[in-house]
């Protein structure tokens, strides 16, 4: 013997969820970071930040970078990706202006305050010469790692042949997306770096790997 509910007793009949709810959802993760760019970049004359210059297109870390630690190991910068990156490069000897770069990095760093710890100091080698022990005290805290001059040349943005002068900002989705001048105006970068690190507050980056 079989019985039959009337239609209005059936249970409901499940939908694949809608796409438009995805969508929905994908805004709503993407809004606090195209509203921090929007505001860094939009709202500035011709879309130029406050200082500094944008890099464009942005650059991606590559993969074939050839960086290598002080003691030889192979390092993938990739690996710090969900940290802002302030990246410089220069030989080992590291010349007055070098260990000035080097001076402004640490403290810059240090003046974000409790956004600190989002930020990652790279002092890129251009050389095999070795570390002037000269700047041991600037450069502490800094992750120092040698790379070819070629390579880097291919992804970092410079003038007349020399990669030694600027820094350059990475941003946690592990894109090159600035470049401060040669002899910057250190308080300017603090403020660009503040303001970077404000609009993002609410961003949860994925820290690939924690660094000290």
Known sequence: MTSSLPPSAQPPVRKPRSMLTLWLLFAMAAAPIVAAFFLFYVVHPAGKPPYGSLVEPQRPIPLNLGLKTLDGQPYNLKRLEGYWLMVMAAPGACDKECQQSLFYMRQIRIAQGDNRDQVVRVWLVTDDAPINPGVLEPAEGTL???????????????????????????????????????????????????????????????HVEPVQ
């Open 144 to 206: 120092i790692l040698r790379g070819n001059p070629q390579q880097l040349a291919s992804w970092l943005p410079h003038k007349d042949g020399s990669l030694q002068g600027p820094t350059w900002l990475v941003d946690p989705f592990g894109h090159l997306m600035m470049q401060f001048p040669a002899n910057p105006d250190p308080t300017r970068m603090r403020r660009v770096l503040a303001k970077l690190l404000y609009n993002n507050a609410g961003i949860k980056f994925k």
